[in-house]
């Protein structure tokens, strides 16, 4: 039988080495070694990674490349950027939003970042980011899974129209319940807030995933009220606290307790290591907190984590790349998670914990999945995130739908970058190095 992609010599994050892939009707069929069986393409992966694509499950991609309008953010903190947004609001088109998400799109193919979970602010009554999100994910569905989040970023309660524009962007078919009980007037109206969200989720069967305690208070119990509704709906597993950055500033003992309750509940987390490090600890003077929630121990007591990039080119943040391998590496760095188990566990962090919070089908480089898969410039996930992997290749149901070139800069523990020309730049004679 004749396949439609055979990827020959490729190196998985399980470390198994030395397999082959065969791709047929979208999906993965086998992988084994030495398969040699016609194929319509065959990529040559020379040892090189292939990994499942790139997840992000945290995104704003109503606000994406519109920084600079209407103007900067010049402090630089949350709450200068919530207020920009609101001015920037009013002066959206759908078009320009669409324009925009696609534009962000073709860059996230071209990084191998094929799943994204955008939140979409409901706090505009002509529910204008919506449609154009909404329409976006229709267009790039052959190659980009697009969950869209209702998001009433102006709050549930303290905006006065938010919960009707919720329930209809939920009608509209965004699929997942947002929230920010932080941004309430009170903590009470905050923990109302979640209470009544998750009651909306529940009674719809949607999943949920709020901004939770984004802050750097350390009473912020949101994430509490949060992880306890999920137990008494029976949401496990369905619901996922996002930022949760007050965890950091959390006093030692109540974490202690809070964080085996959120395992129980199966509440997921996702932490947004370059804009909670670009955001948190802004009141600070010296030491300034590092804002992080607390990664290392979510994960030792069996919570799923996820990392998110939150923003690109935004009034939040204006940096971004749609770069998933960068956003590791900041987790990474921020949470000093710095032992070979743990540089793994943030490449996870990126794919297969988000996939799993997101609730992916039929995702991961396995027969029976889909043919969803980036070639990486790399030999296995921490040198793919040391050196922040060129995508030889991004293929999506069995077509390759981004390349890009090799970079000739690489450098591994042996050998000098196959970019230096010794005859030029030789300062330790040939002495140095085996490679030239
Ligand atoms: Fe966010």
């Known amino acids: 039988m004749s396949l439609d992609l055979l990827v020959k010599n490729a190196v998985l994050t399980t470390g198994e080495t030395n397999v082959d892939i065969a791709v047929n009707d979208g999906k993965i069929t086998a992988i084994e070694t030495g398969i040699t069986a016609e194929s319509g393409r065959v990529i040559d992966a020379q040892g090189q990674l292939v990994s499942?694509?790139?997840?992000?499950?945290?995104?704003?991609?109503?606000?994406?490349?519109?920084?600079?309008?209407?103007r900067m953010n010049e402090s630089g903190t949350l709450l200068e950027g919530i207020s920009l947004w609101g001015e920037l609001k009013p002066?959206?088109?759908v078009d320009a939003v669409v324009e925009r998400a696609l534009r962000y799109c073709d860059l996230a193919v071209s990084q191998g970042l094929l799943a994204i979970r955008s939140h979409v602010d409901v706090c505009d009554d002509r529910l204008l980011g919506v449609e154009a999100l909404l329409d976006v994910k229709k267009r790039v569905a052959p190659y980009i899974d697009l969950q869209l989040v209702a998001f009433p970023q102006d709050g549930f309660y303290r905006s006065v129209t938010a919960e009707k524009n919720l329930l209809r962007a939920l009608d509209m078919g965004v699929d997942v319940v947002g929230g920010i009980p932080h941004f309430e007037r009170t903590m009470d109206d905050g923990a109302r807030s979640v209470k009544a969200m998750m009651k909306i989720a529940a009674d719809r069967g949607l999943l949920v995933d709020m901004h939770c305690d984004e802050s750097d208070?350390?009473?912020?119990?949101?994430?509490?009220?949060?992880?306890?509704e999920t137990l008494s709906l029976g949401m496990q597993g369905r619901v996922t606290g996002s930022h949760l950055t007050s965890m950091h500033s959390m006093d030692n003992y109540y974490v202690s307790k809070l964080l085996p309750l959120m395992a129980e509940a199966e509440v997921h987390t996702i932490a947004n290591p370059l804009i909670n490090i670009m955001l948190q600890g802004r009141h600070d003077t010296y030491p300034k907190r590092r804002g992080q929630t607390r990664v290392r121990e979510m994960r030792d007591n069996g919570i799923t984590v996820g990392f998110g990039h939150d923003c690109v080119m935004d009034p939040w943040y204006s940096l971004g790349n749609a770069d998933m391998l960068e956003v590791a590496g900041m987790g990474l760095h921020v949470g000093q998670l710095s032992s070979r188990d743990d540089i793994r566990y943030c490449f996870e962090a990126v794919t297969t914990n988000s996939?799993?919070?997101m609730g992916l089908e039929d995702y991961g480089v396995k027969p029976g999945?889909?043919?969803?898969?980036?070639?990486?410039?790399?030999?296995?996930?921490?040198?793919?995130?040391?050196?922040k992997a060129t995508r030889l290749a991004v293929v999506r149901r069995g077509q390759v739908i981004a390349e890009t070139a090799p970079r000739v800069s690489a450098l591994s523990?042996?050998?000098?970058?196959?970019s230096v020309n010794a005859a030029h730049y030789s300062p330790n004679g040939n002495a140095r190095g085996s490679g030239l």
């Open 52 to 70: 499942a694509p790139f997840v992000d499950p945290h995104f704003h991609m109503d606000a994406t490349l519109s920084l600079g309008l209407p």
């Open 355 to 357: 996939a799993r919070i």
């Open 217 to 228: 208070d350390p009473m912020s119990r949101h994430v509490e009220i949060l992880t306890h």
């Open 91 to 93: 002066l959206l088109t």
């Open 369 to 387: 999945c889909n043919a969803d898969f980036v070639l990486l410039q790399a030999q296995d996930a921490i040198e793919a995130i040391r050196m």
């Open 413 to 418: 523990l042996e050998g000098r970058p196959a």
